[in-house]
């Protein structure tokens, strides 16, 4: 593995390279690092500019509570563990990427700054990481409904070219990868915990092999299960992402964190399915800034999950109301044809159909903008209707800005 000195000097200050109870330091965490970072940059040095035999006097200047420099120097003299470590997990397959490397992922800079990982450990096809693509998460408990659905949603995405990212754990996580590969797509997981054990597994090996799978992870390659990393770990596939939908999220644990956090950072939209399962905190997500997705995976396309859920709502609105308002009058028209009444009276129908759709349409307060978005109709057109709807009473006509409300009595 050919590590950059920069890259060796990031993974002796940040890492571990064996259980966390055998260390005796601790390496910096990502807050940690990212203040020291900028001190070097300050002081116009590099991370590479340590691997000295005395680093010591570079270190003179900094002065930190947390970050000693007694334990910044024991960091640094961990090089015979970084070599051993770096040479097994090689071996398995291993790469290395730092923040200081020009394919580190960018969508995790812009997103975190200074809260980036400043390692990932990885295997497969690191292009995959530029991708962005789906988030894919929920329970490891799921019902196989939604294990089903999580197949199903994955198995779209791949034949729509879209990557699927996802956290490897049973259940949906696990679900949506292998939905996904099953029909030849993409997909990056992003791992809380034993990498290099995913590494060699039968599992992702073809996937790995094939060039349609990455898999990463911010934490040591041998660590096993722990809920600290598996709740930080959340972040990170919201914000490799461009988009992303909850399946099933329980009344605590990980998929309510991560969905709470990405919906207080805003990093990328968020989708939930509807359940009839009451311990599910779905709607809760809903109410906090998510987004309704149709629980039919096959009534949907994965672009609208990736559209702007603003959009891609209205747009499936416009499709029910459009039927809702205009089928009986299609009906009536193609009698009034056969009869060969004039087109006048056609004309009239559709502004009776509008008018009735108003009750719902404009139950509150609605630009003339939001109207035509959700009826399709020429802007020309609308403003005319509106102001016989306004002349008959059907509208009030708000000022500043220009707004209208139904007349609930005057029908």
């Not at 590590?3 to 890492?15: F, K, R, V």
């Not at 016989?388 to 609930?408: E, G, H, S, T």
């Amino acid at each position: 593995m050919n590590l950059s000195s920069a890259a060796q000097a990031i993974l002796l200050l940040t890492c571990y390279f064996g259980k966390a109870s055998n260390e005796n330091v601790k390496p910096l965490s990502n807050g940690e690092w990212g203040r020291f970072a900028l001190w070097l940059k300050d002081k116009m040095l590099s991370p590479a500019d340590l691997l000295v035999a005395n680093p010591q006097p570079l270190l003179a200047s900094w002065n930190d509570n947390r970050i000693t420099t007694e334990r910044i120097l024991l960091l640094l003299g961990r090089g015979h563990s970084l070599a051993l470590a770096m040479e097994k997990w090689h071996r398995a397959g291993l790469w290395v990427l730092t923040r200081s490397d020009s394919d580190y992922p960018k969508r995790l800079k812009i997103r975190l700054k200074n809260d980036s990982p400043p390692v990932l450990f990885g295997c497969g096809n690191k292009e995959l990481l530029h991708s962005g693509g789906l988030a894919v998460v929920g329970s490891r408990n799921a019902v196989q409904s939604d294990l089903l659905f999580s197949q199903q949603v994955a198995a779209k995405a791949a034949t729509e070219a879209v990557t699927v990212v996802s956290g490897g754990a049973r259940g949906v996580d696990e679900a949506a990868m292998l939905g996904a590969l099953s029909q030849g797509g993409t997909v990056t997981g992003v791992m809380a915990d034993s990498l290099l054990q995913a590494a060699t597994s039968a599992k992702w090996r073809q996937a790995l092999m094939d060039g349609k799978l990455v898999l990463v992870s911010p934490f040591y390659p041998e660590a096993g299960f722990h809920a600290g990393n598996a709740m930080a770990r959340n972040k990170y596939i919201y914000c490799l992402a461009d988009s992303a939908l909850v399946v099933h999220s329980g009344p605590k644990g990980g998929t309510l964190n991560g969905a709470e956090e990405n919906l207080k950072h805003q990093w990328v939209p968020l989708w939930v399915k509807p359940t009839t399962d009451s311990e599910a905190t779905n709607s809760l997500l809903v109410t906090k800034g998510g987004h309704w997705c149709q629980a039919d995976s096959q009534s949907f396309s994965t672009d609208m999950l990736l559209s702007s859920p603003v959009h891609a709502a209205m747009e499936h609105s416009v499709q029910e109301e459009q039927q809702q308002l205009f089928a009986p009058m299609q009906q009536n028209t193609a009698e009034l044809n056969f009869t060969g009444t004039t087109e006048q009276l056609a004309v009239t129908d559709f502004y009776r159909f509008f008018v009735i759709s108003l009750s719902k349409l404009a139950a509150h307060p609605v630009t003339a903008e939001e109207l035509s978005a959700r009826t399709l109709l020429h802007p020309s057109q609308l403003n005319q209707w509106l102001q016989r709807a306004v002349d008959d009473k059907q509208l009030i006509q708000m000022q500043n800005p220009v707004r209208y409300q139904y007349m609930k009595n005057s029908r």
